[in-house]
């Protein structure tokens, strides 16, 4: 079966409000999802946003993070098998993360 | 929502739980000045943990590693910060050799539990405002978040973070201290906490529409701190008293309204709805009162509720006992609103007419303007001895006073059982 990866990218500051009770709630909810039959890998990555290595004027270089605009930042991924690009998206539909305004980017692992 | 299988892994109110005894144990470290560095630790443990559980899976100690994670946090904002000065190294040696502490070891169980207890009684000092004292608490060692605090408090957000932000400074710049006071000043701040747990805890249970499931929450923190204090070695059997006096009431928290969410009077309740855990808490605490020969209010008031309790059946209620409870809580409190709860045993045991006689001072009392259960017993009273216009007339007038909607609903029903009026 085809395999997607669904990267979890969120801004850390949603979550500063919450109270203990509803940061456990959203726990509890993410690893739900994460417990699914169809997910077959998950990660997250450390909250350093890291540093970016680039080409500047032909000599690689490495920069301090945030690279983008956004203050959305990688907080981790999953793989998750799905009969169809359609139906990896669906599944997605339902991850707790859209609800405290995060967004999941949907790609497909070729070859899978 | 829907049954997560997974979540029994994770204990009920696992977070608030553990952020108040986390954020307890860091304020001794730290220090009484730095409680925002505290709180701030914890919550980032926390946020921690929901960033990185739903990925790796649950710990196996899910307690042991938030604690871990926060002193580590601790570690790195103090010597980020500097905060400390010339204190910094100290604490972080003090928070290295903390950060293996292992919740549920018996030992490490007692010194958070004693965290916890000075926590308590530092937010109670007399220095501290009691509304700031109960939303300290709440904060602190409760777990809640503002937003919570406020809706249980029907305040604004901004409201409560100022009050907690002047009780904060409060701590810093009067120098308050994580010690316990000795000899006749525990006895006052005991009073002092006793008195903010049960301030808590009618926040909680005065009835409002909505939010019912925080202010149950409130009523429970309020209950878990009474015995917190009732376990320690400096409970008083006055503390005793006051956690029986909760657990009766919080007994009675599933009954107390219908499906529709309509107030049902004591009276009318269905006993069987009580919950039976809280009211054999409720016995065992109120026997362990009885040593010693103080009386205190919440004595009497825990009598009073144990005697409800002990009724199998409404009408087995032993009412003359009930009115002696309140003749002696009267002699210690003789306040307007113990009198009108007096009334309504004086109805039961001399008749409605001898009651109305009672209240008939209270009437005047600027204490209980606006109040509404003034004219509602008023009114019930009226009903009894048939006078149904003038019962309708005070129920009208209670319905002008402040009261919440389910209330506004249990007055119109009543107003409705008045039958036409002329």
Redesign the interface.
Known sequence: MPQYMLLLHSDPANWRNLSPEEMQKATEKYMAWSKKPFTRDSHRLAEDVGRVIRSEHGKPRATDGPYSETKEILGGYYTIEAASYDEAVKLSLEHPHLEVGGTIEVRQVWGS | M?A?P??GA?LE????H??GRMVAHLTRLLGPGNLSLAEET??EA?????????????PENPAAWLFRVAHNVAIDAVRRNQVLGEKTDAIVAELTRASIVVPNHPDVEEQLRDDELRMIFMCCHPEISRDASVALSLKTVG??????IARAFLADDATIAQRLVRARRQIREQRLTLEMPGGGELNERLDSVLEVLYFMFNKGYAAHEGEELIRQ?LCMEALRLGRLVAASSIAEPRVHALVALMAFQAARLPARVDEAGDLILLEDQDRGRWDPRLTGLGFHHFDRSMSGDGVSEYHVQAAIAATHARASVSASRDWPLILYLYDQLLAINPSPVVALNRAVAVAKVHGPAEALAVIAPLENDPKLRDYYLLLAVRGHLLMELGRRSEAAASFHAALKCPCSEPERRFLRRKLGDCGPLS
Do not use: K, N
């Not at chain 2, 109110?13 to 608030?16: A, D, N, P, S, V």
């Open positions: 829907t997560f997974e979540t994770l109110h696992l977070f608030r553990q952020a914890v919550q926390m946020l921690r943990a929901l960033q990185t559980w739903p990925y790796q899976g649950l777990g809640f978040s503002v937003r919570e929450d």
